[in-house]
């Protein structure tokens, strides 16, 4: 019983000792029961820690869930105009976006079992402080000096094993929580300086791009398809207003005209 | 006996299957020694299990001390190796 055995020697070799620093058993009872009020608080305090954690990423997640959506829109608009040069830069960003979200995603599912674990030990260790709360009284009616003595033993070595566990099991919370917090700070300073988004907001060239082209199909592409019908060669680069005016007669209006179907073309 | 499984709680075993427990324990040792950290993680993994399968668990208001303990099931084999050293990680 090697391993198992020394864990729990261990355990027992520490709830003596503090046993042993206690000159009078009633002093232990309530000694002890403050210490279990005040690591109760601190159970509280860490699942609350790991739970404020874990909005935190929850919104990171979400944030950069909009910017891929925004890219795959992106993409596909660029494709409808005819630019798969600008559809072929979104995707290249949205898939630099896959892996953090990979990345952020296995972080909450590991946060979301250390929440539930903490809890779970806040339950077990108020049941347990209640117990001893209630034989702490008995012993303290019921008991004399020497029979209380080795009452307090039993009851201290069940509950100190217990704080040692959830004392643990916070100390290891916190490890993993301190670890994610500098993660998802790094990505909150990436966020805001728009590093990760320079595609987004005032900076957004895809957009820029998508823009000036015009909304819906580009301008350029109807102006080539205009052209077409009118049996002129593909249209140079600047077009002057004279020469548009030139033809306007001939030309349907944009509401008349058939778009043509455009692979990827968002419905 | 009562053992408990850090992080999860304490179980009642039944003495009978107390063999089978401690053949895990030996191979858990041995990686601990060796320094093996899959065997160690596969034996964990295996003890742990087996502790829940025969285990009763306790109510959670018994205040009873357990004989056996076992590291939770994360535990990685240095984390262990320090429970188990003189200065070890649990709290005072």
């Known amino acids: 019983m090697s391993v198992m055995k020394r864990m729990s020697m261990i355990f027992k070799s520490k709830a003596n000792k503090a046993l042993d620093r206690m000159e009078d058993p009633r002093e232990t009872l309530d000694y002890s029961y403050q210490r279990q009020l005040e690591m109760l608080q601190k159970v509280r305090r860490g699942v609350a820690d790991v739970a404020t954690s874990r909005k935190r990423l929850e919104l990171q997640i979400n944030q950069l869930e909009q910017q891929q959506n925004k890219l795959t829109e992106q993409g596909k608009k660029a494709l409808q105009v005819g630019r798969e040069d600008l559809a072929r830069e979104a995707l290249t960003r949205r898939a630099g976006l896959d892996s953090q979200l990979g990345d952020l995603r296995a972080q909450y599912q590991q946060l979301q079992g250390e929440e539930e674990k903490l809890t779970l030990a806040s339950q077990r260790l108020q049941a347990k402080v209640d117990a001893f709360r209630t034989r702490k009284e008995t012993i303290k009616a019921t008991y004399t000096a020497a029979e209380a003595q080795t009452k307090i033993n039993e009851a201290f070595s069940g509950i100190s094993e217990e704080m040692g566990d959830v004392g643990l099991a916070i100390q290891r919370a916190e490890e993993k929580t301190e670890t994610m917090k500098a993660r998802a700070g790094a990505i909150d300073e990436l966020l805001e300086s728009g590093a990760l988004e320079d595609f987004s907001g005032p900076r957004d060239d895809i957009q820029a791009e998508l823009d000036r082209m015009g909304s819906g199909p580009g301008v350029d592409v109807e102006l080539e398809r205009l052209k077409a019908e009118l049996g002129q060669a593909p249209a140079p680069k600047q077009l002057n207003p004279g020469q548009q005016q030139a033809h306007g007669q001939q030309a349907a209006s944009p509401q008349q005209v058939q778009w043509p179907q455009q692979p990827g073309g968002g419905q | ?92």
């Open chain 2, 1 to 92: 006996m009562i053992v408990r499984i850090m992080g999860e709680g304490q179980l009642d075993v039944a003495d009978g299957d107390l063999a089978a427990l401690n053949a895990l324990d030996d191979r858990l040792e041995a990686a601990i020694d060796t320094g093996d950290e899959s065997t160690f993680r596969t034996a964990l993994k295996e003890l742990l299990e087996n502790v829940r399968t025969v285990g009763k668990p306790l109510p959670p208001d018994s205040l009873e001390p357990s004989e056996l303990i076992l590291p939770p099931v994360d535990a990685a084999i240095d984390e262990v190796r320090q429970m188990l050293g003189d200065e070890g990680l649990i709290p005072d």
